[in-house]
């Protein structure tokens, strides 16, 4: 091969990749496989979920964080929770000396939550709490559609 049939080759080749760069379609396997992919289905979650996601967050860091940090556990509870849950919650926790949102003495390591259904203006979102020994356990939510007011907390076991 000569050197003019090399360079017209080459040329060739820089000019079609940039064209397939420009219009998107040498990026699509990229694109395909970012870490972006998670976010897109977190922007879908249902504002219920949203709801929940923001409680339990506050929750844990409350329980974490010294008074002058931020808000107490009770405080957040105040914000997100209903007058009569909340009271429940307290009765609960004086019964079963565990925190009443988690069920447990202990904050979880992680935790996931699905919007499983709604009626009567309400939706029931099941959160999964997983352990730093590997159980997971469920704790059900009910938070009002409208007011995304958390009015119920309810433990399947």
Known sequence: MTFRPRL??????ACTAVL???????????????????AAAAQRSTSSERTIDSFV??????????HSEGLSPADVRKRYLSTGLDEALSQWEFDHKANPVFRREESPKTFDRVETGQADGNAKVVTTYTWEDGTTSDVWFTVGVDSQIITGLTDPS
Not at 8 to 13: D, E, F, M
Not at 25 to 31: C, K, S
Request: charged share 5%.
């Open 20 to 38: 397939l760069a420009g219009s998107g379609l040498l990026a699509l396997p990229a694109q395909a496989a970012s870490p972006q992919a998670p």
């Open 8 to 13: 017209r080759n080459t040329v060739i080749g």
């Open 57 to 66: 967050q506050e929750y844990i860091y409350a329980i974490g964080a010294s």
